[in-house]
């Protein structure tokens, strides 16, 4: 196409950008600035482009988090099984909203609240702000959301270097992670989930270790998508659908800091800020099937057979394994000090044949669900 493709990601930049391009004069030296900027970008993409050194699985195996568990004492949560929360305070939630995926689910990038006062989006997103707040009181003040979440614990123990035996009652279920496999700088272990559960033979029946898990739901949004698009209303119906996974990104916040000061106790004296919640400051994590560290989605069954299922939890699994509703967080509970977030990366042949028996899915099967990361 000759007379040019520019990319624009703010909405708020395109009427600079359009007056360049019908500009006769401005056009030629604006389209060949963009063609030098696009093929600079091009070359330094080109440029990082190097050949990954990956380990064994078995190398990678022997390079776990380094963890003494000799002195280790697992804090024991205030109960086993599960936990359901029906119509929690929308308000309070509220409280605990992360504002910078909201903007950035609107095209405006910057952080939050630096963005109300940017030169250039800032009176853009100071109205957008302001708009989702006014939208929010009436949210809050009406219940136009139900929100549903579930907690539980169980004991838990790490019964091969990439296994988690979980025991519900008279039943158990085993868990499985993957490793990464990429070759580390000295001294960086290869992570796997598994490595912050305590291995079965450091385990006793006096200070067994325990996993938990949750999921949380914003049920009811439908009349109100309805009732704006009857209305012709695009704008109010993309708010109220950013607001409602703001929610329930915020109820699984909320939940998690109850869980470390509360229901697991493990951080009874935590006090920390909205901010420094969304910084993950926290001790322990709450890595969700299907995200970085721990990308096989599959393994979301177990998590909400463990939950009590669909009826529980009030969400769906569809065939893709995507939660509706759509506003619906899940994840694992990790409550080691020095359990972290990290991606498992590519992983190799051996990992994955190796993962095909742990699960008994035929080889076809997990190749679909794990394409991404399949090296």
């Not at 600035?33 to 600079?40: C, D």
């Not at 299922?309 to 509706?324: D, F, K, P, R």
Request: net charge negative; aromatic share 12%; glycine share 6%.
């Amino acid at each position: 196409y000759d007379n040019g493709v520019v990319h624009v990601l703010d909405a708020s930049r395109s009427v600079t950008v359009a007056g360049n391009l019908l500009n006769n004069e401005q056009k030629p030296g604006f389209l060949n600035n963009i063609s030098k900027e696009y093929t600079k970008l091009k070359d330094d993409f080109a440029s990082k482009k190097t050949t990954k050194e990956y380990l064994s699985f078995q190398q990678a195996q022997n390079n776990p988090a380094k963890i003494d568990w000799s002195n280790y004492i697992p804090t024991v949560p205030s109960f086993t099984g599960n936990k359901i929360f029906d119509g929690y305070d929308l308000g309070e939630i509220r409280k605990y909203i992360d504002w910078q995926p909201f903007f950035i689910a609107w095209e405006m990038h910057g952080k939050f609240p630096q963005i109300l006062t940017d030169e250039i989006v800032g009176k853009e997103a100071t109205k957008l702000y302001n708009d989702a707040n006014s939208l929010l009181d009436k949210i809050v003040a009406e219940k136009w959301l139900t929100p549903k979440g579930v907690i539980g614990f169980w004991p838990a123990e790490a019964v091969a270097p990439d296994t988690i035996l979980v025991k519900n009652g008279e039943s158990q279920l085993r868990l499985e992670s993957l490793r990464q496999q990429i070759k580390k700088a000295a001294n960086q272990p290869n992570l796997s989930l598994t490595d912050f559960i305590k291995p079965a033979s450091e385990n006793s029946n006096e200070a067994p270790d325990y996993i938990g898990a949750f999921s949380v739901t914003m049920q009811g949004i439908e009349p109100h998508i309805k009732k704006f698009e009857a209305a012709f209303d695009d704008y109010n119906k993309i708010m109220m659908q950013a607001l409602t996974d703001r929610f329930a990104e915020a109820f699984a916040e909320l939940l998690h800091e109850r869980v470390r000061k509360e229901f697991w106790g493990y951080q009874k004296d935590e006090t920390l800020s909205n901010e420094q919640l969304i910084k993950e400051e926290y001790v322990g994590i709450r890595p969700a099937p299907g995200y970085p560290a721990c990308p096989d989605h599959t393994e979301k069954y177990k998590l909400f057979q463990l939950l009590g299922g669909e009826e529980a939890t009030g969400i769906h699994l569809t065939e893709s394994l995507a939660m509706y509703p759509a506003a619906s967080v899940c994840g694992w509970y990790f409550s080691h000090p020095q359990s972290q977030y990290f991606g498992v990366g590519k992983i190799q042949g051996d990992q994955f044949d190796d993962y095909v028996k742990r699960k008994g899915m035929s080889t076809e099967e997990l190749q679909r669900w794990l394409r991404p990361i399949l090296e």
